[in-house]
């Protein structure tokens, strides 16, 4: 009778090779951090690695991936999600100013001063509504420019992108930047290759 075969493990020289491959809490099971598959290394060791990059999964991410700079060089994620941390702000703002709220520990505070007569209830209350429209022209001041980027709303990813919405994106980079060198072609190939991947 052979003798059993050994199973193949993640040796130290595999992941200086693939460094892209990692393991996880079962020994040979691996997770692909290019395309998040998980597969086994039991079998094959490199063979079961290499088959791996071969596969139509692997590489339709890679493919994605790669074609992936040609919106990214005209607009950084992060102007968008500033863009949406600051509305947020103001959303959160525009009910403590309609509620007037000041915290409890304040209230407390504002209660025992004025019972001493250290300070106007109705003064404390009129600054509070104040500093709270302050926050507003100073936020305004600074998002007044968002609307513009509503566009980009698809690029934070929480929904299926659709080619309509990159088409809006397309189309204010090109009013903004008139000397790009965005092919639209190859962009619907991209926003193709990336639904297809996500809805698979």
């Not at 304040?106 to 019972?115: S, V």
Request: glycine share 2%; proline share 2%; charged share 25%.
């Amino acid at each position: 009778m052979p003798p059993a075969r050994r199973n193949c493990k993640f040796t130290k020289k595999l992941s200086q090779e693939f460094s892209f491959i990692e393991s996880t809490k079962f020994g040979d099971e691996m997770t692909c951090t290019k395309c998040q598959s998980t597969f086994s290394i039991t079998s094959g060791g490199r063979r079961d690695i290499t088959r791996h990059l071969a596969c139509e999964k692997h590489k339709k991410h890679i493919n994605a991936a790669a074609s992936s700079s040609v919106l990214t060089n005209y607009y950084r994620n992060d102007i968008y999600e500033v863009a949406k941390a600051i509305n947020n702000l103001i959303s959160k703002l525009e009910a403590r100013l309609d509620q007037t709220f000041i915290p409890l520990i304040i209230r407390n505070d504002l209660t025992k001063l004025t019972e001493e007569g250290e300070i106007n209830k109705e003064w404390f209350y009129s600054h509070v509504v104040q500093f709270y429209k302050n926050c507003f022209d100073y936020l305004r001041l600074w998002s007044s420019q968002f609307p513009d980027i509503g566009c980009l709303e698809w690029t934070d990813l929480n929904q299926c992108v659709e080619w309509e919405n990159v088409q809006k994106t397309l189309e204010f980079i090109s009013e903004h930047f008139t000397a790009n060198d965005i092919n639209e072609s190859a962009l619907f190939d991209e926003v193709t290759l990336i639904k297809n991947y996500a809805t698979e």
